[in-house]
């Protein structure tokens, strides 16, 4: 199922909602043996349901990433919530089902970006070659989902044409090892400054 991003921000500043926000904001607060809530995390975000940073936390939990340290945070009114530990603390987003196993969606661009941030791409690439280069066993990447990254990138700023179909990511266009994300308004989305090209209701298009 794709996810469904919703941007209420303006063009150029940061949008504190979604999996890729809520695990910066879990590292942070869980750095050093520190304990989070999902009350903590609900805190920091804008315009975002706690019943869905309650299914992320579910997620990691049954991932083995977090887990319930035994601990209580009471609220307002007496209520209590569970604190949680980090187990394990990747840079990038983990992206989980509900049921623990890793989500294959989104991997493509993901592998796709780590291409075009590494050495291969210096000269410039294809769609041919990137496809070739990003796709796994695992994760196969077709050309036709390469020429779509690369169209998408290169209209949101992020690529120089070194010839007619041949590309390169500018040096200043290297946000970060998150890949953007091409939603399916084709909108791109920068995970790693939270920033997206105009504020819309968006679904993720994940090859």
Do not use: C
């Not at 500043?13 to 926000?21: D, M, T, Y």
């Not at 089902?97 to 294959?104: F, I, K, L, V, Y």
């Not at 070194?162 to 084709?186: F, Q, S, Y």
Request: charged share 25%; aromatic share 6%.
């Amino acid at each position: 199922m794709s996810a469904i991003l919703e941007f209420r921000t303006a063009p150029g500043k940061p949008v504190l909602r979604g999996h890729a926000f809520f695990w910066s904001v879990i590292r942070e607060l869980g750095a050093e043996g520190g304990l989070v809530s999902v009350h903590a995390v609900l805190q920091r975000t804008n315009r975002t349901e706690r019943s869905t940073v309650a299914d992320y936390f579910r997620r990691l939990e049954a991932a083995g990433i977090i887990e319930d340290s035994g601990e209580r945070e009471t609220l307002h009114k007496g209520r209590d919530t569970p604190l949680y530990k980090l187990l394990k603390t990747p840079l990038a987003t983990p992206r989980v089902n509900r049921d623990g196993t890793p989500a294959q969606q989104g991997r493509g661009q993901q592998h796709m970006w780590n291409v075009l941030r590494g050495p291969e791409s210096r000269g410039g690439l294809t769609a041919d070659d990137l496809a070739l280069r990003a796709a796994t066993e695992e994760i196969p990447v077709s050309v036709h989902s390469a020429k779509a990254f690369l169209k998408r990138l290169n209209a949101a700023g992020y690529l120089a044409q070194v010839k007619h179909g041949l590309w390169k990511l500018k040096p200043a266009m290297d946000t970060g090892p998150l890949a953007p994300l091409i939603l399916k308004t084709k909108v791109v989305y920068d995970q790693n400054l939270r920033e997206a090209q105009s504020p819309l209701e968006a679904e993720e298009d994940r090859p």
